[in-house]
């Protein structure tokens, strides 16, 4: 006004901005990763999907936990004048932790019980997919950048089983196709967690572990 002795209302304002095309929007946050070879990484995931033969399989892979059994808060149909209520200082009934790997291409999830989140967990899990795709010729393993995904120890252990099934022609290889860093959302199996969770954990009051891990794993049968 002071620079071009023009004087502008409201009204005239917002009109020319709408005629420009602008408008007020709140800006969304997306996922990212820091990782320098994030683009790299996703493109070897999605030529290593779009190019499976038929006797190769890849499968997603994470770990869940540990879960602590204790009374969890969630939503759930109640009567009118009834709210559900949980304590906030609880006694744990003690925690599981859940090792899954989700096959993309039939969509099953294998799963068992570990007792923490390690290499060896990782390497009793391949040896269960290993044995029960043993008639396929590769088993392609994905999974986020957690420390023991990478371990000297379940680098060797793959390649002693590797080179046992070269040397016998039996059983599929496997191989490593990491994710990126900080990029869990490219691991498909954690929405199945989600799921899950929503479905058994939520709202739940186990009284054990085995009782949970019950309710775990029908879920995931009925599912599968």
Known sequence: EKHYDLRLSPTTVGRLLKEAGLSWKKSRRVLTSPDPNYREK?????????????????????????????????????????TPTHPKNQHSKGSITLY??????????????????????????????????????????TWDAASWHGSDELV?????????????????MIEFVPLPSSAQFLDVIEAVFSCMKKAVIHSSDYQSEEEMKTAISTHFRERN
């Open 100 to 141: 899954g790997a989700l096959s993309a291409t039939t969509n099953q999830v294998t799963w068992f019980y570990g007792k923490s989140k390690d290499s060896s967990g990782i390497i009793d899990l391949a040896e269960i997919l290993f044995n029960q795709y043993h008639a396929k010729s590769k088993i392609y393993l």
């Open 42 to 82: 996703v493109e070897l995931l999605l030529n290593t999907l779009q190019t499976l033969k038929a006797d190769e399989e890849l499968f997603f892979i994470d770990e869940l936990g540990p879960l602590q059994v204790k009374r969890y808060v969630g939503r759930s149909y109640t009567p009118k004048g009834v």
């Open 156 to 172: 060797q252990w793959t390649d002693t089983l590797n080179e046992w099934s070269r040397t016998n022609a039996a059983g599929p």
